[in-house]
């Protein structure tokens, strides 16, 4: 029987119970604020806040993955 594509956006596609296997790891996750973030932003211009994030972005990139870290998202 050949698997249907979903009929509408959000319904659930069919599912391939041998095409699904499950693995177990262990992860470590790390969450970060930047403290006074906010305040910092509204008293600047948006370009030098892109410029001063793109620069942390850019840091905390080099060090999450210098130690096998994957970035999921800022």
């Known amino acids: 029987m050949p ?5 509408a956006f ?6 391939d119970a041998q ?3 499950a693995e177990r790891k262990q992860v470590s996750v790390l969450f ?3 403290v006074g973030f906010t305040t ?6 948006a370009e030098e806040v892109r410029e001063q994030l793109t620069e942390y972005f850019s840091l905390a990139t080099d060090v999450i993955t210098r130690y ?3 970035v999921e998202k800022f």
Do not use: N
């Not at 959000?10 to 599912?15: D, L, S, V």
């Open 19 to 21: 095409a699904a296997i």
């Open 32 to 34: 970060a604020d930047l």
């Open 68 to 70: 096998g870290g994957t």
């Open 3 to 7: 698997v249907q594509s979903p009929v």
């Open 10 to 15: 959000g319904e659930p596609a069919a599912w």
């Open 40 to 45: 910092m932003s509204e008293s600047r211009d």
